[in-house]
């Protein structure tokens, strides 16, 4: 017997039959259940849910990894209080799992009961918790110099968390990372260790662990410790005055800073104790000396210590002179004369203008005010020049007119044998007697 599409009611009934059991199966092939995976938070709660676009009312599952049946359309079938209904209906079956756990991780099937029974797999993913992080190895306190190490270390991350170390708000990098699975094999215990040299300046020092996890929705686990480090005072002499001249006063400073804090600073003068105990008077940390004279002069040292160690520093005192300071003076040069006996007279003057009132220079040291030498040099050097061309003038003048005392009372006398004769001859020349002259200057 044939049986055709569309056939009419009184067609035969295994007809009819066959013909709606065709048509149900053509129209199932465009149905196909529908699912996301889900990822939760250990402890959390989980919804899973399986959506059908078209159905003509088949029936909806839901079932776990173990293929443990969870829900049946509306009808729950495993005796679990954390699994609930959310909704049901012939397009969707939503379920919830309250507190969930790392057990529940894995695959979950939603079957749609077509001819074949078509499925889809929803993957449920927990993650694991890092537990509260925890520094160890600090030991307070610790001595400038010593090495520290210390570890952080958190448990129970799935998947494994990671460490960063900051000190003072500002991320280390040279850090050792260790990972190791736990003994469920689900989750991972991790530790990072901070390895470095203990310094003065990390004392009060913050040091953070911080674990970064994606279960913590970007709010980290931090553990924090506080550095104690001890170290030697370091010493510093802070003056008053940076000029100190005699008569004046300075406060001398010690400044000392070391843990634990140091004890009241020594005061010591070229190796001794100060020398004048009136005038130099220690207060705490402060030396004041007043009246300073030049035997304050010398090295002053500050000594502090704590139980750790001790620490000095030096400071040179130089006392200065005080300057005079002295009014400005006008020199006015007189002039000098020179007179030779040819009553030739010779002047040589020097004028000098100056001012009646000497403007002083402001940036001048005090007590450098007076006469202008320069100018009192020049002056006696003027006189000294003049002084010496009168002398040599007066030689030259002597020197042309002193000539020859010449007489004619011996004229003859040079050849006359004895001198008897030498004055017959001298007495025949009077006839030129009165050629006989003599010149006088």
């Known amino acids: 017997m044939l049986c055709f599409k569309n056939l009419p009611d009184t067609a035969p009934a295994l007809c009819r039959g066959i013909w709606k059991s065709s048509q149900r199966l053509f129209s199932s092939q465009g149905q196909f259940p529908l699912t996301q995976n889900v990822t939760v938070v250990e402890g959390g709660t989980a ?73 889809s797999k929803a993957f449920l993913t927990v993650l694991g918790v890092p537990e509260k992080p925890q520094i160890t190895g600090f030991t307070s306190p610790v001595m400038e110099g010593e090495r520290m190490q210390l570890t952080c270390k958190t448990s129970g991350s799935k998947p494994a968390a990671d460490i960063r170390w900051f000190k003072n708000d500002k991320e280390v990098k040279d850090v050792k990372y260790l990972k190791e699975e736990d003994a469920n094999r689900k989750t991972f215990t991790v530790s990072s260790t901070l390895d470095f040299l203990a310094d003065r300046s990390d004392d009060g020092a913050v040091v953070s662990c911080r674990v970064d996890h994606e279960s913590l929705n970007s ?32 406060v001398l400073t010690c400044e000392s800073k070391g843990k634990p ?14 020398p004048d105990p009136e005038r130099m008077v220690v207060n705490g940390r402060v030396l004041s000396i007043s009246f300073l004279n030049k035997t304050d002069n010398g090295t002053y040292r500050c000594e502090a210590k704590n139980p750790i160690g001790r620490n000095s520093t030096e400071y040179v005192l130089i006392v200065h002179d005080v300057f005079n300071t002295l009014l400005p003076t006008t020199v006015i040069p007189s002039p000098t004369t020179a007179t030779v006996t040819t ?33 009192i040099g020049g002056i006696v050097a003027v006189v000294v020049f003049v002084t010496l061309c009168s002398i040599i003038l007066l030689g030259r003048y002597l020197a042309r007119h002193k000539g020859t005392y010449l007489t004619n009372e011996a004229k003859g006398a040079e050849d006359a044998p004895d001198a008897d004769t030498a004055i017959i001859n001298a007495e025949g020349s009077q006839v030129n007697a009165e050629e006989k002259k003599e010149y006088f200057i």
């Open 343 to 375: 009553n030739v007279a010779l002047t040589a003057s020097t004028t000098t203008s100056a001012s009646a009132t000497s403007i002083r220079d402001p940036n001048a040291l005090a007590g450098h005010t007076g006469p202008d030498h320069a100018v």
């Open 47 to 119: 919804n899973l849910t399986c959506r059908v676009d078209q159905n003509d009312n088949t029936s909806l599952q839901w079932s776990n990894p173990a293929q443990q049946t969870l829900y049946f359309d509306d009808k729950k079938a495993l005796r679990d209080n954390r699994i609930e209904l959310v909704r049901a209906s012939w397009h969707e079956l939503s379920i919830s799992v309250s507190d969930v756990s790392l057990s529940d991780e894995g695959q979950y099937t939603c079957s749609l009961f077509t001819m074949p029974v078509k499925t």
């Open 219 to 250: 709010t980290p686990q931090i553990a924090m410790q506080v550095l104690e480090i001890h170290y030697t005072p370091l010493v510093k002499i802070i003056s008053s005055n940076s000029w100190p001249e005699e008569g004046q006063s300075i």
């Open 261 to 274: 804090v140091p004890e009241p600073v020594l005061w010591t003068k070229d190796g001794g104790e100060l």
